[in-house]
C-alpha cells in the first residue's frame, strides 16, 4: 500500500534539492581489492581529476547533480540500484506511475536490466538514463523534492572516502572536463584516463612554470602541446617538462605519433632558428616550409625544396592561421631540448626507439614529388590537335585583318535577300494558267 508522503515533501521544500544532470558516464570494469573506494576531487584549471577504485566486476555509473544552491556533487550509482530506486518511487506514487491509470503517468520509464548484457549495450544505456534522471529532477515538488530522491543523490561515504594505497597496483586516474556551457544541462561527457609516463633522466625547470624530475620519476600528462612541452603532474606538483625526457611504460615507442606525410603542410617560419647538430635547418622568419612529419618531442621534419631537417615546431605557424598561444610559444622561449642531447639516459625497454633517418625523409619525399608530377592531370590532348590541324587555316595576328574576318565571316551567316522580279520576268516564268489569270 502507498503511504501519505505529503509532510515528508513538503517538509523536504526547505532543503537543496537536485536540479539538474551535469554529466553522466558508465565506468569500465576494475579490479581492485578495496570495494567502492573513491578519492576526492581535485580541481585543476577547468578540469577535474579523479582516482577512482571500483570492486570487481561491477558496472557503476557517474553523474555529476548540480543541487538547487549552486553546488555540483559528484556520485556513482550502479544500474540495480537505480532500477530498484525506479521501482520505489512506482510503489510510493502509483498515480503518477500510471498504475491507476496510464493516461495520468507522470514518472519516466526505464527498462529493466537483461540477463547476459554485453559490456556495449551497458554503455549505451547512458543516454537512457541521463533521459530518466533529468526528466526525475524535472517532476513536480511532490516528487522531485521528496526525500526519497534527496536522500538518493546525496553523496554517501564511499563516494568520498579516500582508498588506501595499493601496494602493488597503480591507481587509475581520470580526467574529467567541466562542463563549459552551464545552460546545456543534459550534456553527456566522459572521464579520460590520463596516461602515466617515466622520466629517462634528472631535469631541472629554468622557470616557475617548469617541475623537476629524477631519472625513474613516474608523472600523469595532463596536456601534450605541439611545441614538446607536456604539462604534468606528480605527488601535488604540476608544471612543464620536455617530451624528450619522458617515456611511455609500455613500449619505447608513442602511440599517438602521426606517420609522416610527405605531402606536406604549408608552414611559416615565425622566428629564425641556427641549426646546431646535422640533421637540423637553419631557417630565417618568414621562410615558407612544409611540414612533412610532426613528431611529439617538438621537433618537426620540414622541407625547404630538395632538403629536409629537423626544425623546433614552436617557431612554425601554420599557413593562413593566426599565432598559436600557450606555454613556451613567444620568442623568447627556447624549444625543447632533444632526446639525442640528453646525457645519461636510462630507460627500462630494452629496445631503441623506431627513427627514421634524414636520408630516408629526403630519398621518400623526392620520390613522392616525381610521383606526384608524374600523375598531375594533362589538359585534353585533342587541343593541340584543333589548334594545329593542318585542315583548318592560321588565324592572322594582324587586328586589322582579323576585322575583315569578322566581316566576311558576317556576310556568310547572314543571308542574302533577292530583288523583287519585274512583270516581265513572272510573265515568263509562270504557267499558261497564272497568265490567263493576270490577263
Not at 537543496?16 to 553522466?24: F, G, N, S, T
Not at 540495480?80 to 510503489?91: A, C, P, Q, R, W
Not at 600523375?375 to 588565324?395: A, F, I, T, Y
Request: aromatic letters at 8%.
Amino acid at each position: 500500500m502507498p503511504v501519505n508522503m505529503e509532510s515528508s515533501s513538503l517538509a523536504s521544500l526547505s532543503k537543496p534539492w537536485p536540479r539538474a544532470l551535469l554529466h553522466l558516464k558508465c565506468m569500465s570494469r576494475c579490479h581492485s581489492d578495496s570495494s567502492s573506494q573513491r578519492s576526492r576531487d581535485l580541481h585543476l584549471g577547468c578540469r577535474k581529476q579523479r582516482t577512482l577504485h571500483f570492486a570487481h566486476n561491477k558496472e557503476v555509473y557517474m553523474l555529476m547533480v548540480k543541487w538547487s544552491d549552486l553546488t555540483e556533487k559528484l556520485i556513482y550509482r550502479r544500474f540495480s540500484e537505480i532500477y530498484d530506486f525506479h521501482k520505489m518511487l512506482k510503489e510510493m506514487f502509483p498515480i503518477e506511475a500510471g498504475e491507476i491509470d496510464s493516461k495520468n503517468r507522470t514518472l519516466p520509464h526505464l527498462p529493466a536490466p537483461r540477463w547476459l548484457e554485453g559490456h556495449k549495450a551497458t554503455e549505451n544505456r547512458q543516454s537512457t538514463l541521463s533521459d530518466y534522471i533529468q526528466s526525475l529532477v524535472n517532476q513536480p515538488p511532490k516528487i522531485s523534492r521528496c526525500q526519497w530522491i534527496l536522500n538518493f543523490f546525496q553523496v554517501r561515504p564511499d563516494d568520498v572516502v579516500l582508498p588506501d594505497p595499493h601496494p602493488t597496483k597503480k591507481t587509475e586516474t581520470y580526467l574529467l572536463t567541466k562542463d563549459k556551457a552551464k545552460t546545456s544541462m543534459s550534456a553527456i561527457t566522459g572521464p579520460i584516463l590520463l596516461q602515466t609516463y617515466r622520466s629517462i633522466a634528472d631535469y631541472k625547470k629554468n622557470s616557475k612554470y617548469e617541475m623537476n624530475v629524477q631519472t625513474g620519476d613516474t608523472v600523469e600528462i595532463v596536456e601534450k602541446s605541439e611545441n614538446g612541452w607536456w604539462f604534468c603532474q606528480m605527488e601535488g606538483k604540476r608544471g612543464w617538462l620536455p617530451a624528450s625526457f619522458l617515456e611511455p611504460l609500455e613500449s619505447p615507442d608513442e602511440s599517438d605519433e602521426q606517420d609522416p606525410n610527405y605531402e606536406g603542410e604549408p608552414y611559416k617560419v615565425t622566428s629564425s632558428y641556427t641549426a646546431v647538430q646535422e640533421d637540423e635547418m637553419t631557417l630565417d622568419e618568414d621562410e615558407l616550409v612544409d611540414v612533412i612529419h610532426k613528431l611529439l618531442d617538438g621537433w618537426w621534419v620540414v622541407r625547404k625544396g630538395d632538403v629536409t631537417g629537423y626544425y623546433p615546431s614552436m617557431y612554425l605557424q601554420k599557413a593562413g592561421t593566426a599565432p598559436k598561444s600557450g606555454f613556451a610559444t613567444n620568442k623568447k622561449s627556447l624549444p625543447p631540448p632533444r632526446r639525442t642531447t640528453i646525457r645519461n639516459a636510462q630507460s627500462i625497454h630494452k629496445t631503441e626507439r623506431k627513427q627514421i633517418s634524414q636520408d630516408v625523409y629526403r630519398r621518400n619525399s623526392k620520390r613522392y614529388l616525381q610521383q606526384k608530377n608524374r600523375n598531375q592531370p594533362v589538359s585534353n590532348k585533342n587541343v593541340w590537335k584543333q589548334n594545329h590541324d593542318p585542315r583548318k587555316p592560321e588565324k592572322s595576328q594582324d587586328p586589322g585583318a582579323n576585322d575583315q574576318d569578322k566581316d566576311r565571316q558576317q556576310e556568310k551567316t547572314t543571308p542574302v535577300i533577292p530583288p523583287r522580279p519585274t512583270l516581265s520576268e513572272i510573265m515568263e516564268h509562270c504557267t499558261e494558267q497564272t497568265k490567263s489569270r493576270i490577263k
